[in-house]
């Protein structure tokens, strides 16, 4: 298994639609949980951090965390072209202290 | 603030030669990591700085990698010799303060140096 699991995609969505980008991380430990997105070519940006149960708003991205299920998710409401890029999920693990990225998962939003 | 400061933005290399990797952090950040990011295997941590002190260099793939970070302001990635497999982006990242619950610092990246061995 996995530490941090991705679904690849990509996933396409028709503009002003609500993305939703899911991850599972193996370890049960695990506090800190992150959504970095990163452009074709271009370095990854963190666009959102979670650490309690529950959701998180920020702007149009909500992220999601349920530490029961080891599950994590990122929504994206009104989705722009622009918001087309690869998302990546980011789990700070405890043993080592750092922070393990998943593969990523492609968004296409289709105008 | 600049931001990371990564050179050379991209190197081509014969097989065999001695690369080296730049980055300059933002300043007052105390941890620096060293990324490389392959089609295969994603984003893999290669090692990691506190307060310019090596931490973990687990993920370091074998003794032809080299890390150090001389100063605050300045770090080194080195690969002797080049293979064709370390063909990749490596991705230099500052963050001020560690990943400690709670804590909202995330990493900021730099822009990366595409490697090609040939």
């Known amino acids: 298994q996995k530490e941090v699991e991705q679904n690849s995609g990509p996933l396409s969505v028709p503009e002003g639609a609500i993305a939703s980008l899911n991850c599972t991380y193996s370890?049960?430990?695990?506090?800190?949980f992150f959504w970095y997105r990163q452009y074709s070519g271009k370095s990854p940006e963190l666009i959102m951090s979670?650490?309690?149960?529950g959701d998180k708003e920020d702007g149009r991205f909500t992220a999601q965390l349920n530490k029961a299920s080891q599950y994590v998710s990122l929504l994206i409401r009104d989705s722009q072209p622009s918001d087309s890029a690869t998302y990546l999920c980011?789990?700070?693990?405890?043993?080592?202290?750092?922070?393990?990225f998943g593969a990523g998962t492609i968004l296409r939003v289709k105008s | 603030d600049a931001g990371v400061i990564q050179s050379p933005r991209h190197e081509v290399t014969e097989m065999g030669q001695e690369v080296t990797l730049r980055c300059k952090p933002i300043?007052?950040?105390?941890?620096l990591f060293w990324y490389r990011q392959t089609m295969m295997r994603g984003l893999e941590l290669l090692i990691y700085f506190n307060n310019n002190v090596p931490i973990d260099d687990s993920g370091m793939p074998e003794d032809r990698f080299s890390a150090k970070m001389p100063n605050a302001s300045f770090s080194t990635l080195k690969i002797q010799p080049s293979e064709p497999r370390d063909s990749a982006v490596y991705f230099c990242?500052?963050?001020?303060?560690?990943?400690?619950?709670?804590?909202?610092?995330?990493?900021?990246f730099g822009s990366g140096t595409r490697l090609t061995v040939v």
């Open positions: 370890d049960r430990g695990s506090q800190s």
């Open positions: 979670i650490y309690s149960n």
């Open positions: 990242a500052s963050s001020l303060g560690g990943l400690g619950q709670g804590a909202n610092y995330g990493y900021t």
């Open positions: 300043s007052g950040h105390d941890y």
């Open positions: 980011a789990v700070l693990f405890l043993y080592g202290n750092k922070l393990v």
